[in-house]
């Protein structure tokens, strides 16, 4: 059975390709601004981001909480304000794409984690052209970081939010292709024993961002 926690769920592997998955869950975290110190900033109502990629580190031997994340990516050193969260003054909310790979490089860089990251962008009018590299990259050592949510268009399917919103795509279900998510809002609750075909992913992808975030721990093999 899975592990559940107040701020996280333990979901563990199964026998047909689901990994080991330490599932951080955004809303369980204060709505106060100025949250430990980070200006502006409110991990509950714009913390997905951090949530996703907490839940990937943490999922693949790096025990950082969003908090954890959120402070390496909006303060610098000195505990200055980074330029990587959009915040409310100016209309836009959450954190921008570029912050994340700025993470991932100071992760390496000032931590000394071993992390091994890509970019893989499919192909908008050819989408299935990637498919069988994004399946065959997360049935092995990756987990990715996508951007989901409504284009402003009635018709989206809203699978994993009402709102731009990020989560985690863990896992691949080998008998039918499809993937686990880890999706760190209250609809996530109940995603967790549900695969996703890639066409549901595409589906509810925004347009125009860097699609698919590869993540990996160069040192770790993970259990599948």
Known sequence: ??????????????????????????????????????????LQNFGCGPSAMATILSSIGYDLNPIDVAKIMLLDEYENAIDFYTNKENGRL??????????????????????????????????????????EMIKHDYMALILVGPKGKLEHPRTFSNYGHYIAVTSVNHLNNEFYVANPNKIGDNQIDITFSYETLISNMY???????????????LKK
């Open 94 to 135: 959450g954190i921008s794409t570029l912050g994340f790979l700025y993470l991932l490089q100071e992760l390496n860089n000032t931590k000394g984690f071993n992390l091994e990251y890509q970019l893989v962008k499919y192909s908008y009018e050819h989408p299935e052209l990637k498919k069988e590299q994004i399946i």
């Open 1 to 42: 059975m899975n592990i559940k926690n107040e701020k996280y769920d333990i979901i563990l592997p199964n026998d047909i390709g689901r990994k080991y998955t330490k599932r951080y869950k955004q809303y369980m975290y204060s709505d106060i601004e100025g949250q430990d110190g980070i200006p502006n900033w409110e």
């Open 207 to 221: 347009t125009n961002t860097f699609d698919f975030l590869m993540i990996k721990n160069k040192s770790l093999t």
